[in-house]
C-alpha cells in the first residue's frame, strides 16, 4: 500500500512525500511590482522546513493586468526573477521541491482597467467590469505570454510549473462555454487556447520537468459544464503535454442548482475519476487537512498527491503534524528534533 509519506516522482521531479501545499493567494505584493518579498519569503520557506514535499507558489501573472488585484505576484519581466529564485533556493535548503503556479484572470482581473477575456460576458457578481474580448491575433500573444512567464520561472529555478486552468481564470473561461461565444478556432474547439498555451509552455521546459495542470472537474453554475465534459477537454490537454492534473472545481460563477457540499474530500472523486479515466498521476485537494483523510486517499489510489490548502495556512508545519499522527518519523530539521523526540 502507498502512503502519504512515501517518496514520488514524475519525470525527474522527485518529493520527499505525497503532500502539496497548494496554490493560495496572498494579496500581499507592497509596491504593486508583481515581486515577491519578505512576506512570501517567510510564508513559503516555512512550509517548507514544516515538512512540505511539493510547494506550488500562489497564481502568478503573465501580465500587470492578468492579475486578480494589482497586489498579486507577476512573471512578465525578468526584472521579477530574482525575487522568486531567493524564495526558490532557501525552499530547497529545507529539502521542499517548489513550483510556480502560471495564470491570467480574464474578466476576473478586478484592479485592470479593462478586463480581457473570450468574449465580452461580465463575471455576473457586484463590482466587476465587463470585459474587452480579445482579438484572434492578441490570443496568440497571450499564449506567447504564458510561455515567456514559464521561461522566467525555469530561470528562477522552479521544479515544475502549474498553468492555472481553473476556477473562473483565463484557461478556464476559453473551455467553458459559459464564457466562451467565439466564431474564430478558440470558439470551434474550447480546448483550443489551453492547448496552445501548454504547447507554448512545454517549449520552454526541459523535457525533465513535468507540467502539471489546475482545472475545475465541474461547474456549479447552472449550463456549466460537466465532469464528461471535462475528461474530454483534458484528454486534450493530455495530448498536448499536461504531465499531472490537479483537481479542483467551480469559480466560473456564482453556483446554480448543483451547488456542492463542502465536506472533507467533496473533490477527491474527481481526482479519482481523471485519474482512472486517463491513467494519469493527479492532485487531489479540498478539506484534506485531517492527516487520516489525506493518508486514505492516497492509500485507496483516489490520487498521487494530496494538496492542502486553508489547513497549511493555519498551520506552517501540517505535514510534521500529521507525520506525527500518522506515527510516521518526522522529516525534522535538526534544531527542532527536541520537540518530536
Not at 480574464?106 to 457578481?125: F, M, N, T
Not at 474580448?133 to 492578441?138: F, G, K, M, R, V
Not at 493530455?238 to 463542502?262: I, L, T
Request: overall charge negative; hydrophobic content about 40%.
Amino acid at each position: 500500500m502507498t502512503h502519504l509519506f512515501d517518496s514520488f516522482s514524475v519525470k525527474q521531479l522527485h518529493l520527499k512525500n505525497r503532500i502539496v501545499m497548494a496554490p493560495m493567494c496572498q494579496y500581499s505584493v507592497t509596491t504593486k511590482d508583481g515581486k515577491p518579498n519578505d512576506w512570501h519569503f517567510v510564508h513559503y520557506t516555512s512550509r517548507a522546513i514544516g515538512g512540505t514535499g511539493l510547494i506550488i507558489m500562489e497564481m502568478t501573472d503573465v501580465e500587470p493586468d492578468g492579475r486578480i488585484t494589482d497586489y498579486d505576484l507577476g512573471l512578465w519581466s525578468d526584472e521579477q526573477i530574482p525575487a522568486f529564485s531567493r524564495i526558490i533556493d532557501a525552499s530547497h535548503q529545507h529539502g521542499a521541491k517548489i513550483g510556480i503556479q502560471i495564470a491570467h484572470a480574464g474578466r476576473k482581473a478586478e484592479d485592470a482597467a479593462l478586463p480581457v477575456a473570450p468574449s465580452p460576458i461580465q463575471y455576473p457578481e457586484e463590482g466587476y467590469k465587463i470585459p474587452r474580448e480579445l482579438t484572434t491575433d492578441e490570443v496568440h500573444v497571450m499564449v506567447e505570454k504564458f510561455a515567456q512567464a514559464a521561461r522566467r520561472a525555469v530561470k528562477a529555478g522552479a521544479d515544475m510549473i502549474e498553468l492555472h486552468g481553473a476556477h473562473g481564470y483565463l484557461i478556464h473561461q476559453f473551455h467553458s462555454p459559459l464564457t466562451n461565444q467565439r466564431t474564430d478556432v478558440y470558439g470551434q474547439n474550447l480546448a483550443q487556447f489551453g492547448v496552445e498555451v501548454i504547447q507554448a509552455v512545454k517549449q520552454e521546459l526541459p523535457s525533465s520537468m513535468p507540467l502539471f495542470m489546475r482545472v475545475s472537474a465541474m461547474e456549479y453554475a447552472d449550463g456549466g459544464y460537466d465532469l464528461h465534459r471535462i475528461l474530454e477537454i483534458c484528454q486534450q490537454y493530455q495530448k498536448a503535454g499536461v504531465d499531472v492534473f490537479h483537481m479542483s472545481s467551480g469559480g466560473e460563477g456564482p453556483a446554480g442548482q448543483r451547488r456542492p457540499g463542502n465536506f472533507p474530500g467533496y473533490q477527491v472523486p474527481f481526482a479519482r475519476t481523471v485519474k482512472q479515466s486517463l491513467h494519469t498521476p493527479v492532485v487531489a485537494v479540498g478539506i484534506l487537512e485531517d492527516p487520516a483523510l489525506a493518508e486514505s486517499v492516497i492509500g485507496n489510489q483516489d490520487a498521487d498527491l494530496v494538496a492542502i490548502a486553508r489547513g497549511m495556512l493555519r498551520d506552517p508545519y501540517w505535514a510534521l503534524h500529521a507525520a506525527v499522527a500518522l506515527r510516521v518519523k518526522p522529516d525534522v530539521p535538526e534544531p527542532y528534533v527536541r520537540a518530536f523526540r
